[in-house]
């Protein structure tokens, strides 16, 4: 009785374990995609910008 009763706190422990690491990882994998979606949209009005400084150059030049 008392080797199940261990084999059953070590499964939770162990559960308990696997389950804040795959916390962890999912919450590494969300980081990862956002850091990813902000430097694409910085990325893109930064070309945004670079298009309406060319524009605002043309006007110029005429």
Known sequence: ???VSFASCGNKQADAEKATADS???A????AVEEAAAA???????AAADTVA???AA????
């Open 1 to 3: 009785m008392v080797a």
């Open 24 to 26: 962890i990882r999912i």
């Open 28 to 31: 590494d994998s969300i980081a």
């Open 40 to 46: 694409a949209a910085e990325a893109a009005a930064a």
């Open 54 to 56: 060319v524009d605002s």
């Open 59 to 62: 006007v110029v030049a005429e």
